[in-house]
């Protein structure tokens, strides 16, 4: 940083310049790239993709809208002015750059994790200690009836948008301590959570469901009977956890998987099978 740190008008125009004037940018990003607000975006003119319903009137969900980057710094620069989004830019990158040194330190412990394990295993003076952390990187009973509990709430919270289209769930639980998050997380031998990345007050990573849960593909569907559906859950999880009041919370999506059969009067029977929409 310091005196290579880009001036304001270098920060304006590195902005302006990450895309072509005609290029479409989706209303989240708009708003988080930006700096506006769904009020903001009201005011400009879109185009909708996506959306609709499959075969048997199954949604897809509602579409996505798309803004132009050109008119998306105007109107930035228009509500905030030169001077205010040129603070927000540079409290921006200054909050990317804190996220990389942690990310950094996280991945350093990660390393001397896998370095000290490693270690262990091959040095034959510390074969104890190597029985010691297999053992321990293996579930104990009470992680693994977290695991199967946690999938059980997830599965209770799967359901539909009033679109049709499968909703996004969330569960949370209190009491973890930080070495069930740890070993939760395949991480057992971390109890101080040195390898995670802490922003705030939460540690957050994205990890996959069927890891988390200790689930077979199988074992994450959901039938729903009367909607003639299966929903299974979305191989990435967001998991956050705060150690400061020991929660943890899971936010997932999930795929729908439908079967729709048409029966026509001579007795034959047309099936289509639609996989993966969310």
């Not at 390898?195 to 689930?215: H, I, R, T």
């Not at 979305?234 to 943890?248: A, I």
Request: with cysteine; charged share 25%; hydrophobic share 35%.
């Amino acid at each position: 940083m310091g005196d290579s740190y880009p001036s304001a008008r270098d920060l304006v125009d590195d902005w302006i310049g990450e895309c072509d004037p005609y290029d479409m940018v989706s209303s989240k990003d708009a708003k988080k790239e930006y700096f506006l607000t769904a009020n903001d975006l009201a005011t400009l003119m879109m185009c909708s993709v996506g959306g609709g319903f499959l075969p048997g009137l199954i949604s897809t969900g509602p579409p996505t809208k798309y803004y132009f980057h050109e008119d998306l710094v105007n109107k930035s620069l228009r509500k905030h002015g030169m001077a205010g989004v040129v603070k927000k830019l540079e409290a921006r990158n200054k909050r990317e750059e804190r996220k990389r040194m942690r990310e950094e330190q996280a991945e350093q412990a990660r390393q001397r994790l896998m370095a000290a394990a490693s270690t262990s295993t091959a040095d034959g003076a510390a074969a104890a200690t190597a029985t010691t952390m297999k053992a321990s990187a293996s579930d104990t009973q009470e992680v693994k009836r977290l695991r199967g509990g946690l999938l059980n709430m997830a599965k209770q919270n799967m359901g539909f948008e009033m679109s049709g289209s499968p909703k996004s769930w969330k569960i949370g639980v209190a009491g973890i301590s930080k070495a069930t998050f740890a070993a939760l997380m395949g991480r057992p031998t971390d109890v101080d959570l040195e390898s995670f990345v802490k922003n705030g007050a939460y540690y957050k990573e994205q990890y996959d469901a069927s890891k988390l849960f200790g689930a077979s593909e199988a074992q994450l569907t959901k039938d729903f009977n009367q909607e003639c559906v299966t929903q299974k859950i979305g191989s990435s999880l967001t998991v956050r956890y705060k150690p400061s009041t020991m929660e943890l919370s899971i936010k997932g999506c999930a795929e729908m998987y439908a079967t729709i059969s048409y029966r026509f009067d001579n007795d034959f029977t047309f099936q289509a099978l639609s996989r993966g929409f969310r």
